[in-house]
């Protein structure tokens, strides 16, 4: 993980003893499909020239991004793993991942 990830606030240190940072925080509830602001895009640095299809942006419960996984997964007919709030699915399938979230109503989806 790079540098610009791991301090999303842009705060680097702070002086209140009873500060929090929002970083590792698990959501209580899972939002509905129309409200989930997913991304979809293929990546291929750092992973010995192969292509995986990442989905992030998912807000909710550990349990249902799990799920959203195994049926993405299952979809491409392919392998792939659930961490960081990521799913990385092994290979191009943007397009294929995209159409199913749009069919199954996560509207804010985009592809880049």
Same mark, same amino acid.
């Given at each position: 993980?790079?540098?610009?990830?791991?301090?999303?606030?842009?705060?680097?240190?702070?002086?209140?003893?009873?500060?929090?940072?929002?970083?590792?925080?698990?959501?209580?509830?899972?939002?509905?499909?129309? &409200? #989930?602001?997913?991304?979809?895009?293929?990546?291929?640095?750092?992973?010995? $020239?192969?292509?995986?299809?990442?989905?992030? /942006?998912?807000? $909710? @419960?550990?349990?249902?991004?799990? @799920?959203? $996984?195994k049926s993405?997964?299952?979809?491409?007919?392919? /392998?792939?793993?659930?961490?960081?709030?990521?799913?990385?699915? #092994?290979?191009?399938?943007?397009? @294929?991942?995209?159409?199913?979230? #749009? @069919?199954?109503?996560? &509207?804010?989806?985009?592809?880049?």
């Open positions: 993980m790079n540098k610009k990830r791991l301090n999303k606030g842009g705060i680097i240190y702070s002086t209140d003893p009873d500060f929090r940072t929002d970083e590792g925080r698990v959501a209580e509830t899972t939002l509905e499909p129309k &409200a #989930q602001p997913l991304m979809v895009w293929l990546d291929s640095k750092n992973r010995a $020239g192969k292509s995986v299809t990442i989905v992030t /942006g998912f807000v $909710g @419960k550990a349990e249902d991004l799990e @799920k959203l $996984g993405l997964k299952s979809l491409c007919g392919t /392998g792939g793993t659930v961490k960081d709030g990521e799913i990385i699915i #092994q290979g191009d399938h943007r397009d @294929k991942v995209f159409a199913w979230l #749009q @069919k199954n109503g996560y &509207a804010k989806s985009k592809k880049r």
